[in-house]
Nanobody, 118 residues
Framework: QVQLVESGGGLVQPGGSLRVSCAASGTIFSIAVISWYRQAPGKQRELVAAITSSGRTNYADFVKGRFTISRDNAKTTVYLQMNSLKPEDTAVYYC????????????WGQGTQVTVSS
């Protein structure tokens, strides 16, 4: 069983920065791919960024150059540093843990609201 708890969301002005965190419990953190997704009202959930257990990262085109994903295995926490935020970045941001041992497992956090507005 894995529990994911997001934190750090809030209200920020356009052009500002925010860092959200995903704290994970459970023993699979070191082997899991951890991803950030987001879902805006009326839209489908979309992948924002992902990081593998070895630190390899992947980003959606719409955040490349602005967002940075990182992980601290000792703290079992993944961070998403968001810079140059735009109003269209407004969404609920969700953390996902994915790993495969004989079959695939996916776990989700409860989400944290990020609002970019002046």
């Amino acid at each position: 069983q894995v529990q994911l708890v997001e934190s750090g969301g809030g209200l920020v002005q356009p052009g500002g920065s925010l860092r959200v965190s995903c704290a994970a419990s459970g023993t699979i953190f070191s082997i899991a791919v951890i991803s950030w997704y987001r879902q805006a009202p009326g839209k489908q959930r979309e992948l924002v960024a992902a990081i593998t257990s070895s630190g390899r990262t992947n980003y959606a085109d719409f955040v490349k150059g602005r967002f940075t994903i990182s992980r601290d295995n000792a703290k079992t926490t993944v961070y998403l540093q968001m810079n140059s935020l735009k109003p269209e970045d407004t969404a609920v941001y969700y953390c996902n843990a994915h790993y495969s041992v004989l079959k695939a497992y996916d776990y989700w956090g409860q989400g944290t609201q990020v609002t970019v507005s002046s």
